[in-house]
């Protein structure tokens, strides 16, 4: 971990102990929600393995220990991972129903989806967290009221800093190129917010969509005969876990590739402007221990997190013959590929 990271991890750490109590509801003792057989039972679904995805788990589990609901003591957590199928988050969501869960806590639109689905004839609650348009996705009404019982912390895209970034790193970029899933309701909005913003930073867009992750190779390759000069990810699960496939026929034509977020960076991306995933789920674990706590899910707005960091890898950049603006390398997040 660079210098920079860690004073960036301890500034947050410092952040949550200021703020912890007060995030946290104090009119019940975790203890107080304690069912007969010894706590609250929480469904954890996760769409795929992935190590932002990843993070936003450990964070919740932190989120809720600092509310007072501390795994092995007053809660359990049922952990399941859909492996990046539907049909597995259907399933998972179902069984939690069937298991009668407390609450359900999903990670990414199509787990989120599924439980809010499976537990429509229920009162059990829905949680979500990393997904980026909540609203376009039909999970909520509205980030100030839901509409249902559901509510959650959204990893809503930061495009203005995003397209800043590129610019900063590559001052003779004229087009950017993008692949993304034509049914990810996020990445179309991300799309539709990209064409809108580029023309302010100088840029145009080129984009090709595809259904599954066989379609990649032939996708990058249109990018590339239309001219792109680099690459742009969005939270796309299928161009995510495609990403060592998408970075080697991108690299192989000399065209950097910008990730959506730090872990895309640490695996060979040049660089991002993103949320901490880890702050995410934190602050994901304290909404879920203030519905435990008794207050209903439909009266807690939903959030997203707007302080976002940049992050490079330095060996990327080196490798491209990149120069980083002091300004931004004094505020970033320096890595290398696969840091620890």
């Known amino acids: 971990m660079s210098r920079s990271h860690r004073l960036f991890a301890l500034a947050l750490a410092a ?26 039972v929480i469904g954890l679904t996760q769409f795929a393995d992935h190590p932002s995805l990843d993070n936003c788990r450990a964070g919740f589990i932190q989120g ?26 259907s399933t998972i969501a179902n069984n939690y129903v069937a298991r009668d869960c407390d609450l359900i806590l999903a990670i990414a639109t199509q787990s989120a989806l599924s439980a809010l689905q499976a537990t429509e004839e229920t009162d059990i ?11 376009e996705n039909g999970l909520i009404d509205s980030f100030e009221s839901t509409g249902g019982n559901i509510t959650g912390v ?15 790193l590559l001052p003779e970029a004229e087009t950017i190129g993008i692949v993304y899933t034509t049914s990810e309701p996020n990445s179309i909005a991300h799309l539709a917010q990209v064409e809108e913003l580029a023309p302010d930073y100088g840029f145009t867009v080129e984009s090709v969509g595809i259904t599954a992750s066989n379609e990649l190779f032939s996708a990058c390759d ?9 690459h742009m990810n969005f939270t796309d699960n299928t161009v995510v876990q495609a990403l060592p496939l998408l970075l080697q026929k991108f690299d192989d034509a000399n065209i950097p590739v910008f990730g ?8 060979g991306c040049l660089a991002s402007e993103g949320i901490d995933y880890y702050a995410l ?4 674990g304290e909404l879920a221990a203030q519905i435990l706590d008794g207050t209903p899910a439909s009266e807690i707005p939903a959030e997203y997190i707007t302080e976002t960091f940049p992050t490079i890898n330095e060996e990327v950049a080196a490798r491209y013959g990149i120069t980083i603006p002091s300004d931004l390398a004094e505020r970033a997040v320096m890595v290398t590929t696969n840091a620890e």
């Open 15 to 40: 952040v949550f102990a200021l703020f912890a109590l007060s995030a946290c509801s104090s009119g019940n003792d975790a203890g107080d929600s304690a069912d007969a057989e010894g706590g609250v």
């Open 64 to 89: 809720m220990a600092n509310c007072g609901y501390v795994e092995g003591e007053n809660v359990t957590y049922d952990y399941q991972c859909a492996q990046g199928e539907p049909t597995n988050a």
């Open 125 to 135: 609650p829905v949680v979500f967290c990393a997904i980026s348009e909540p609203v």
């Open 154 to 168: 959204s990893d809503k895209l930061p495009v203005a800093k995003y397209l800043e970034l590129i610019r900063a």
């Open 222 to 230: 249109t990018l590339m005969a239309r001219g792109v000069d680099c």
């Open 260 to 267: 959506s977020e730090e872990e895309q960076v640490k695996n």
């Open 281 to 284: 789920g934190v602050r994901t």
